[in-house]
């Protein structure tokens, strides 16, 4: 079994629609992670968390340790939005290196 | 100014070659990893190193090392290629603040094993 796993797998939405991808972890974290990868392949960061809330533009990242769960959302969605998002886990045991989810694939549709 | 950069983005070889993907970053940063995702899109740590540790994955097959001639430095030499290997290979730097490492990742290096 994964130490992340991530849920959904495959996303598709409407524009303008809000969107959650939901991430749980089984490990102690020294953060959680939330990473975007587009088709082109390149993998940029998008938040790192450790508690609490985020917020940048339209995504925000939430987490709750004690449930050891995180969720991204995306309000009023766009095209532009569609990528793999990955969820990480960083953990102290083994030097902070990143354990990850499978992705979640979201494609918007105009 | 690109922040990690691996080189090549793409490499083709035949089985049993022994091939490099080198890795630079210019953030300044003390540890640098290896990632590969396979064909499912999953990613998995490879190697984690700064001055002070080489951390290995239990996984990852004795015919890759990794080797850092300096801190903005960490190259992937894999030996006897294998048809498994190919992969998109990644590499990523942070800098070491307690776990609280936000890593910037390389653009990959697409290795395809004949």
């Known amino acids: 079994k994964n130490e992340v796993e991530q849920s959904p797998q495959n996303l598709t939405a409407q524009e303008g629609e809000f969107i959650t991808i939901n991430c749980s972890y089984s490990v102690g974290i020294s953060a959680l992670h939330w990473l975007q990868q587009h088709p082109g392949g390149g993998i940029v960061s998008l938040f790192m968390l450790s508690s609490g809330k985020k917020k940048h533009g339209r995504l925000i990242a939430t987490i709750n340790i004690q449930e050891k769960h995180s969720s991204l959302h995306i309000t009023a969605s766009h095209p532009r939005d569609s990528a793999v998002y990955i969820c990480a886990v960083s953990t102290p045991a083994t030097g902070n290196q990143f354990y990850f989810g499978t992705g979640t694939s979201l494609t918007v549709i105009p | 100014d690109t922040a990690v950069s691996q080189t090549p983005k793409y490499l083709v070889t035949q089985m049993g070659n022994d091939k490099s993907i080198k890795c630079e970053q210019n953030l300044g940063h003390d540890t640098m990893y290896w990632y590969k995702q396979d064909s499912k899109k999953f990613l998995k740590i490879m190697f984690s190193y700064n001055n002070k540790e080489l951390i290995i994955n239990e996984t990852v097959p004795n015919r890759f090392s990794p080797k850092s001639p300096d801190k903005a430095h960490l190259n992937l030499h894999i030996n006897s290629l294998e048809l498994g290997d190919s992969a998109v290979y990644f590499c990523?730097?942070?800098?070491?603040?307690?776990?609280?490492?936000?890593?910037?990742f390389g653009p990959g290096t697409r290795l395809t094993v004949l």
């Open positions: 990523a730097s942070s800098q070491w603040l307690a776990g609280y490492n936000e890593q910037f």
